[in-house]
């Protein structure tokens, strides 16, 4: 027996905020929407799969997100090109987002493979990604992982 990843959600304390950014700056297609007061929410596609939710996003945090406690550590969001990635963070600096680090940075020392890690209007930690084109860029830790402390 094999798992895959069917969806990711998450919880949000602004749904709208939240799906301003995730729709309109990260580029998800809005599927559904719950608008039942206390019980609002909303699933997102990437555009491919026959518009299966990839993301789904839930109003019911009380407040911002905390890294320092059990539950999800980042959610990496593969881009497909170093082009890509430069493309979304170009994106993310229109629209005012704080980098965790300056610019693309490789996963690890000598790696080909990197991205731009980043914190959603909750403080989610999110990371866009390629798996080559980083070969050269700055990594900023020396023996541990980009994607472990940010």
């Not at 297609?29 to 039942?36: I, M, P, W």
């Not at 007061?37 to 009380?62: I, K, M, S």
Request: proline fraction near 3%; glycine fraction near 16%.
């Amino acid at each position: 027996m094999t798992l895959h990843t069917g969806h990711i959600g998450l919880n949000v304390t602004d749904l709208d905020r939240s799906l301003a950014f995730y729709r309109d700056v990260l580029g998800f297609t809005l599927l559904a929407e719950g608008k039942e007061e206390g019980r609002r929410y909303v699933f997102l596609g990437d555009g491919e799969g026959g518009g299966q939710p990839v993301l789904t996003l839930w109003q019911q945090a009380r407040g911002a997100y905390s890294g320092d406690r059990a539950g999800l550590h980042h959610l990496a969001l593969a881009a497909g090109s170093a082009e890509r990635v430069r493309e979304y963070e170009a994106a993310l600096r229109a629209y005012g987002v704080e980098f965790a680090h300056e610019g693309v940075v490789a996963h690890r020392e000598g790696s080909a493979s990197g991205g731009v890690f980043f914190h959603d209007p909750d403080g989610i930690r999110l990371e866009i990604f390629a798996s080559e084109g980083a070969e050269g860029a700055p990594a900023p830790h020396e023996s541990a992982p980009t994607c472990g402390f940010f």
